[in-house]
């Protein structure tokens, strides 16, 4: 399973509707009743189903659909998430990068609608930005088909565990990472390590973000005595 | 084990305490997120300076002060009279191929032997009322829905909500309420799914109760048959079809208007509150990708919306055939509920069969118009329905509509409660049922006091 | 200076953000946090919203909101 996040206006669903032609329905997210379009592929003899996260600018959410994005990514645990970004804008895609990065390692950035950015005079060194990142960096025209290819294997590749990633970490300021460091070790007894991020909890705990208990009540199934 | 739940009321407190407090640590989470964005892209990005900023050049004049609001609106009537000049001819080609299918059905029955009910009940109530529905439906949704997902895919649809943001601030709800509204075109049910990018909850309830005002595809097909007809004779040819689209624009002009007042209601009483923030994108223009819109506007637009007009109009044919065959003393079931709801739909200035074609359409607004055919021709002389003309004939001689029943019947059909699936959307999007409730009565009671006071003012003035 | 008074065509450095809530977390989300580069690129036909290029995207902005940053004119 495959998950496409990417700001709003960067030719995300363009993405989706390349990859998936017209295999693709709108579907429910068990648990939340929002409806999301999901699709399928199929590249080298591999089955993939691309679900459509809401267009996002941020995952510390602060709309509705937001928060469907982020919870879909922390608790649905997609095999990989494709991370749509707009060339001309980088700095603001790559803030939205980098917060999926702080969740799952196993990022792949599609960098889209270069021919647009290129038009703009704006041009993007590709190799550098995957080594400041971490991850691998494809980029797409998807209104021409340019990159699709590439944007698959890339996917078929840290999927079946070919490629590694390992994303660059963000680095808080001294306060922040000794309240970081403080919380991690009361969550450490209460979560098993395997279902989430336990730095990337610690934060938004720090962050105040209440919304983000009821979702781990709900999506982990843990004991609600346990967390509020 | 209850570590977690020590930490973070202990947090949580000190947040609430001091709201400076968490400001600063959240502010230090976000920024040191966009610092580190910023660095990187300034590491790997390289501009080149002195290119035109075409986007800046169209914006200007898309949202300039004199022509920003004379462009929304030529836009609006370009895509009508595109759609209903070209729906023109493919329509009647449909209705005289799907009729002359009728006679061979017929024929069939006929040789067959089969009983005079069977053929009736399916020939002449299911068939022909598919025969409609796909005559008069598909072809301005084959049109209207890919020139619409056109200004969509440019990125000319947030524009509109820029410039009319200042209108929907003044009447106390959200600017992309617009951007709900130009879906509800399409289809009110996805208008207001789409009132989900309306984060503020009163306000998102006020976009949805509205979404009704602005026609969708389904009473499109009405509104455009009958502007046609009743434009038709007032001036000729090549003008008529700029006449009807004018007469089209002004019917969606009086929704828009509607949409703003009730919505200035809405938020004056029971859904007080302040606005809440604004923050629209205006994206870059873009290229748009004709080739996938054409698929997707009829694929997920066209056919989905016409599979679902056929699945409730077969048996609402059918039905209607069985009211207009079944007699009670001399009068058959359909003449003895028009003659019921007559008195009624009089003040209004409908008559009987046509507030009887709207409440069995309760399930689609489509089959509205097919209904009131159906309603006549049952209890009038039996026609060939191939053409305009031949429903004019209809309307206008043999059952005495004048322009002011045609008036009515739009402003009826633009006003009226929202479709089946679009009360069931609103439901699964408000969970309540207050809302719901209010969704059907607010348009209804909207409709019937708009028709009550032109109708009773054409009165006093003498053109009843 | 409140970010509203900056005139069309001007551009400016984002110094701090006011408010408190989802409103102004939207608002830090969308690209308006403390030193960064603003410029009000244009207002709607009737003077309110305005929309202004924030790390390189076009963001309309409400006058109520525009009142909550505060900017250092350039």
């Keep these: 399973m495959i998950a496409l996040v990417g ?142 290819e590439d944007l698959k294997k890339t996917i078929a590749a840290l999927v079946e565990g070919k490629l590694e990633c390992s994303p660059r970490r963000i680095e808080y300021d001294d306060e922040v990472e000794r309240l970081v460091e403080d919380i991690e070790s009361h969550i450490n007894p209460i979560i098993p390590r395997s279902l989430i991020n336990f730095r990337w909890l610690a934060l938004r705990i720090i962050d105040g973000d209440s919304k983000l208990l009821e979702a781990i009540r709900s999506y982990l199934h843990l004991e609600g005595e346990i967390l509020i | 084990m209850n570590a977690l739940k020590e930490v973070i009321p202990s947090n949580a407190e000190h947040f609430t305490e001091d709201s400076l407090r968490i400001n600063k640590i959240s502010d230090k989470i976000v920024s040191s997120i966009y610092r580190e964005a910023e660095s990187i892209a300034d590491r790997v990005v390289s501009q080149e300076k002195g290119k035109i900023d075409w986007d800046r050049r169209v914006d200007d004049v898309l949202t300039s002060r004199w022509l920003g609001y004379p462009i929304m609106l030529l836009l609006l009537g370009v895509v009508l009279w595109l759609t209903i000049t070209g729906a023109n001819y493919p329509s009647q080609l449909l209705a005289q191929g799907l009729f002359w299918g009728q006679d061979r059905l017929t024929e069939f029955f006929i040789w067959a032997g089969s009983p005079g009910w069977l053929h009736g009940f399916l020939v002449l109530g299911v068939y022909r009322s598919l025969a409609w529905v796909i005559s008069v439906m598909l072809p301005p949704m084959a049109i209207f829905f890919p020139l619409f997902t056109l200004l969509e895919d440019l990125g000319y649809l947030p524009r509109v909500a820029f410039n009319l943001d200042n209108f929907f601030r003044q009447a106390g709800c959200h600017g992309k309420q617009a951007l709900s509204m130009c879906m509800g075109f399409g289809c009110n049910a996805a208008g207001v799914i789409s009132c989900r990018i309306i984060d ?265 | 200076m409140k970010l509203t008074e900056l005139a069309v065509g001007k551009s400016g450095v984002i110094t701090s953000v006011a408010g408190g809530g989802m409103q102004r977390r939207r608002l830090l989300d969308l690209g308006f946090i403390p030193g960064s580069r603003v410029e009000n690129v244009r207002c709607s036909p009737t003077g309110n919203p305005t929309a202004y290029l924030i790390k390189g995207t076009l963001i309309a902005l409400r006058r109520e909101e525009s009142d909550m940053l505060f900017v250092k004119m350039l």
């Design chain 2, 200 to 464: 503020s909850p009163r306000e998102r309830v006020i976009a949805i109760l509205t979404n009704n005002f602005v026609p969708c595809n389904g009473r499109f097909p009405t509104l455009i048959a009958l502007a046609a007809i009743f434009t038709a004779g007032a001036v000729s040819g090549t003008y008529s079809n700029l006449l009807a689209s004018a007469a089209v624009l002004g019917i969606i002009l009086i929704g828009i208007f509607t949409t703003f007042t009730i919505s200035y209601l809405l938020s004056r009483t029971i859904l007080k509150g302040i606005p809440s923030s604004f923050a629209l994108e205006l994206p870059p223009y873009r290229k748009p990708r004709v080739g996938q819109i054409i698929v997707r506007s009829i694929l997920d637009r066209t056919l989905f919306v016409l599979k679902r007009a056929i699945i409730v109009a077969a048996p609402a044919g059918g039905i209607a055939w069985i009211m207009a065959n079944i007699y009670i003393g001399n009068a058959s079931i359909l003449t003895h509920t028009a003659g019921f709801l007559d008195p009624f739909a009089a003040l209004l200035g409908l008559d009987g069969i046509i507030l009887m074609a709207f409440i069995l359409g309760l399930p689609a607004n489509e089959i509205v118009l097919p209904l009131i055919i159906m309603g006549y021709l049952c209890t009038g002389s039996m026609l060939e329905m191939d053409s305009l003309q031949a429903l004019k004939e209809l309307l206008v001689v043999q059952h005495g509509w004048t322009p002011l029943t045609a008036l009515s019947v739009m402003l009826f059909s633009l006003l009226h409660y929202p479709c089946g699936t679009t009360i069931l959307t609103i439901y699964k999007e408000t969970k309540s049922h207050k809302w719901t409730l209010l969704a059907v009565l607010i348009p209804l009671s909207v409709a019937c006091i708009v028709c009550f006071l032109l109708n009773q003012t054409a009165l006093v003035l003498g053109f009843g």
């Design chain 1, 7 to 148: 700001n709003p206006n960067t030719g995300k669903s363009t993405i989706f509707n390349t990859l998936t032609g017209m295999r693709q329905y709108t579907g429910n997210w068990p648990g939340k009743t929002v409806l999301q379009t999901q699709g399928f592929y199929r590249f080298n003899n591999r089955h993939y189903k691309l679900v459509d996260l809401p267009g996002s600018y941020s995952l510390l959410p602060s709309s509705p659909d937001e928060e469907v994005a982020r919870d879909f990514i922390c608790f649905a645990r997609p095999d990989c998430t494709i991370v749509v970004a707009d060339a001309a804008c980088l700095e603001r895609n790559l803030n939205l990068a980098l917060q999926v990065m702080e969740i799952t390692p196993r990022v792949v950035l599609c960098l889209n609608l270069i021919d647009e950015a290129k038009r703009k005079g704006i041009s993007v060194d590709i190799l550098s930005l995957s080594k400041e990142l971490g991850v691998p960096v494809v980029p797409t025209v998807a209104l021409n088909n340019y990159g699709i």
